[in-house]
């Protein structure tokens, strides 16, 4: 649970949010949005990278880390507990998230803050902006965009590109239902929406 001195404050200009599962574009649709808008662009990866040797919060932060292989752990966890993981690492990394949030309360640019981290469950609860998020379009186009930027050292492509498409997928996209955040499959598509909440 968040800090009650951690909770949003109100912010001065535009703000969005981006999530979704990893290759689905999240980070170039946050530069060219904010490209566009004179805006800044924010990368909750970095916040969760700065966490690795803070003793309260490196539990989470190296979680992924500390699993050894990437390899195995995908050949060896399922595709449910490896969301139960996201959610637990989202959630124990939240309230600097929060905090680096809040940080930019009084920027009147437009921001947009992007990661994987920040899940609809939890930005419904403590975010007080809008945001979309991006599942994907097909298996081939993650193995694609994971082979030309590969997200675990040299895991199987393919085998993580599964646990992206198949594992994380269906669970963006029912939270991201649920808390009524509109869903795209790709940056393109998702553009002009997200640019009509930051004019």
Do not use: C
């Amino acid at each position: 649970m968040v800090n009650l001195e951690n909770k949003m404050q109100k912010h001065k200009g535009k703000r969005l949010f981006i999530t979704g599962i990893p290759t689905a574009g999240k980070s170039y649709l946050a530069d060219k949005l904010a490209l566009t808008v004179g805006g800044i662009h924010v990368q909750v990866d970095h916040i969760r990278k700065e966490l690795k040797n803070n003793s309260q919060y490196e539990k989470w932060a190296n979680f992924y880390h500390k699993q050894g292989s990437g390899t195995i752990y995908y050949r060896t966890t399922t595709y449910d507990e490896q969301w139960q993981n996201l959610v637990n690492q989202s959630e124990g990394i939240w309230p600097k998230v929060i905090e680096k949030i809040n940080s930019y309360k009084d920027e009147t640019r437009p921001v947009v803050f992007e990661g994987v981290n920040i899940l609809p469950h939890l930005a419904k609860r403590d975010l007080s902006f809008p945001g979309v998020v991006i599942i994907g379009k097909s298996l081939e186009e993650v193995i694609k965009r994971n082979t030309e930027h590969p997200r675990w050292g040299n895991t199987e492509i393919e085998i993580q590109s599964d646990a992206f498409f198949f594992g994380e997928r269906p669970h963006y996209k029912q939270e991201a239902e649920k808390y009524g955040y509109k869903v795209f499959e790709n940056s393109e598509e998702a553009f002009e929406s997200a640019l009509k909440i930051l004019k």
